[in-house]
Each structure stands twice: as C-alpha cells, then as structure tokens.
C-alpha cells in the first residue's frame, strides 16, 4: 500500500524560505515519479516539481531557481526546499508519485499525500 505524508508547511514572510518533506511507504523510488504539486481554491492543480527514477529533475518556470526538489533513496524521503517565497507561492502543496513524471499532468499521477499548507505573507 503506498503513502505519502507530506510536512514542513507553515506560514513564512515574504522572502524566506521553507523545506516541504514527503515521507513516501510502498513505493521504489528507482520505480516511480516523484513530484511535487500546489493548488489554491478555485485554481486548477499546478505542477511544481519532479524527479524521475535517474534523478532528473523538472521544474515550473514559475519556481526555477528558486525551489529545489530532491530525494534520499535511504529515507524514502521526497524534499521541496523552497527560496524566496512569494505570495504566489501561497497554496497547498501535495506529494504525488506516478511511474513516470508525464511532464507534470497531475491527472496522470497515482497517489497523493494528503497535502501540507503553505503561506506566504507580506
């Protein structure tokens, strides 16, 4: 049974920085996706980041240069660390796993965390 449990949200200023961590179970890192999506209300889900089986990574052009994603194979551990935060950047963030990262077309990802709230305020 897979999943993810995502943390580290918070509130932040404008300008700072958080470390978003997903804690994945029942899934192979060397098999899956792992990605990284945000989703405010009203708004459709955005894809923010990826990292594929060969450790290739994707970004948004929103967050490029800004956020890094990364894993640690030994934790099972997904990382978003997140520089210079916006108000943009306010949402909530949702771990996702999938077999491949489909170019960061959230219907096509499988399994989902729950979600952890970012905000950014001015």
């Known amino acids: 049974q897979v999943q993810l449990v995502e943390s580290g949200g918070g509130t932040v200023q404008s300008g700072g920085s958080l470390r978003l961590v997903c804690a994945a179970s029942?899934?192979?890192?060397?098999?899956?996706?792992m990605a990284w999506f945000r989703q405010t209300p009203g708004k459709e889900r955005e894809g923010v980041a990826a990292i594929d089986n060969d450790g290739f990574t994707t970004y948004a052009d929103s967050v490029k240069g800004r956020f890094t994603i990364s894993q640690d194979n030994a934790k099972n551990t997904v990382y978003l660390q997140m520089n210079v935060l916006n108000s943009e950047d306010s949402a909530m963030y949702y771990c996702a796993a999938a077999p491949y990262c489909y170019n960061l077309e959230w219907k096509r990802f499988t399994y989902w965390g729950q979600g952890t709230q970012v905000t950014v305020s001015s």
């Open positions: 029942g899934v192979t890192f060397n098999n899956y996706c």
